[in-house]
């Protein structure tokens, strides 16, 4: 069995100084701002002159009229074909390894190890296992692949039966497993996480603000625990509503991990998954629940899109919410229809990779 190392959990130090998100991220002289607003094709809303049907149309409430919106993209850099790249984050960062690996680009993060792993539905794929829905699932993963002073928290890997254990920092769309093999799976977890280093482009995708934490490991997990334990182990897990400073910490510490430990010439492309909510702990409105976490999480990847040169946005959250609703979404307006990722996905490649 390949030998994963254990021992306390790793507390996630929030950055020394956040005085930066005191400051406005984006200050221009009245000559600059007037420049950008002449020179931006696609920054103006609406004019009383313009036909609102016409399809050529610059302006946002003609654009927003077509089947499939596209936005405006200025890219920071560019990326290789050749490049290796990985994707990291929520169910969203499959689609985006599934449309790279179709242009016969490198994806790291879509192994073949992942692929041949039978989950429960036998419909989906075992790529589906690698999920990380949160900025503290992506960053404890990357910190026990990549720090070699970090270390996996044993004691968060849980018992379910007398012959079935849990490890929560995974998607539980695998069936679940005895102790050797759930660890065994995790050593492939970091073992393929590892492989990022040698990537030149990294995509990091954000779906929730909704977090659990395992207190009696004291560390975050990657997504609501399984039913079972809250029966079974009822004080166990503690639900938050994160905050933007919390997400705002992580992602610098990614990017700090990104910097010191993966490649000399790093991009990294943060994006917002579109996929809602499945349900909310909060007392709030299913709806209102999943507008206020995608506002976070959109409002946080760009302020850290802007912090950082070699760090850009790509507006996949904003595609997929300005299509026509019909067209994207399947009939649970939950997931996307594969049109709507392939459109994202060329609008992706047409811009970013020479």
Not at 7 to 20: A, E, G, M, R, Y
Not at 127 to 139: D, E, H, R, V
Not at 269 to 284: E, I, K, Q, R, Y
Not at 305 to 325: C, G, K, L, M
């Amino acid at each position: 069995m390949p030998e994963v190392s254990f021992s306390k959990p790793i507390d996630v130090d929030p950055p020394s100084d956040l005085q930066v998100l005191l400051k406005s991220p984006y200050v221009a002289t009245a000559a600059e701002a007037i420049e950008n607003y002449r020179e931006n094709v696609a920054g103006v809303w609406y004019a009383d002159s313009a036909d609102p049907d016409d399809p050529a149309g610059k302006y946002a409430f003609q654009r927003l009229r077509h089947t499939w919106f596209t936005p405006k993209v200025d890219p920071k850099f560019k990326l290789r074909r050749d490049d290796k790249f990985y994707a990291i984050g929520s169910c969203f960062a499959r689609g985006i390894e599934s449309s790279l690996t179709g242009h016969k680009i490198i994806v790291e993060s879509a192994a073949p190890e992942f692929a041949e792993l039978q989950p429960a539905n036998k419909e989906l794929s075992g790529l589906g296992f690698t999920n990380k829905y949160n900025t503290y699932s992506i960053l404890n993963e990357l910190r026990w692949a990549l720090d070699p002073d970090a270390v996996f928290p044993q004691e968060s890997i849980v018992q379910v039966t007398k012959t079935t254990w849990y490890d929560p920092h995974t998607n539980p769309s695998l069936a679940l497993a005895d102790l050797a093999e759930t660890l065994e799976r995790r050593a492939m977890m970091q073992a393929v996480t590892k492989r990022i280093k040698h990537c030149r482009a990294v995509i990091v995708t954000l779906g929730l603000a909704e977090v659990w934490r395992d207190v009696k490991a004291d560390v975050f997990v990657n997504r609501t625990p399984i039913p079972s334990l809250f029966k079974t182990q009822p004080g166990r897990y503690e639900f938050h509503l994160t905050s933007f400073a919390e997400n705002w910490a992580n992602l610098e510490a990614i990017y700090a991990l990104l910097t010191q430990y993966g490649h000399p010439d790093v991009r990294i492309v943060v994006t917002v998954s579109p996929v809602p909510l499945m349900n909310t702990f909060s007392t709030m409105d299913i709806v209102v629940a999943n507008t206020w976490a995608k506002s976070l999480l959109r409002a946080v990847a760009q302020e850290w899109a802007t912090a950082h040169p070699n760090v850009d946005y790509f507006p996949s959250y904003e595609i997929v919410q300005s299509s026509d609703r019909v067209a994207v979404w399947e009939r649970d307006l939950r997931h996307v229809k594969g049109a709507g990722a392939h459109h994202i996905m060329e609008l992706f490649v047409r811009n970013y990779i020479e």
